[in-house]
């Protein structure tokens, strides 16, 4: 998992219980990145899974303190969107 300095400490899930949080919400996902971040306010764990036969990645993000997943977001990854969601 990759995190900013001094994150950890902050966060009352471990990352392996947030992402199995993440994994139960895209079965068969296979985890490609992980990170512990600070979004709009919230200590959160990203995760991107990617799932066999599908292109593109969904993204899971898990409330670092309570475990709640506050979203699921697929993200195409193909020639028009090269960094971040398809709009």
Do not use: C, N
Not at 28 to 44: F, P, Q, S, Y
Request: charged residues 30%; hydrophobic residues 30%.
């Amino acid at each position: 998992t990759e995190e900013k300095p001094g994150l950890r400490r902050q966060a009352r899930i471990s990352p392996d219980s947030a992402q199995a949080i993440a994994r139960r919400r895209v079965p068969g996902g296979r985890v490609t990145k992980a990170e512990l971040e600070r979004e709009h306010g919230a200590l959160i764990y990203s995760f991107d899974l990617a799932v066999p036969g599908r292109r593109g990645v969904e993204e899971v993000h898990v409330d670092a303190r309570t475990g709640a997943v506050l979203s699921v977001e697929h993200e195409d990854g193909g020639p028009m969107s090269p960094v971040g969601p398809r709009r």
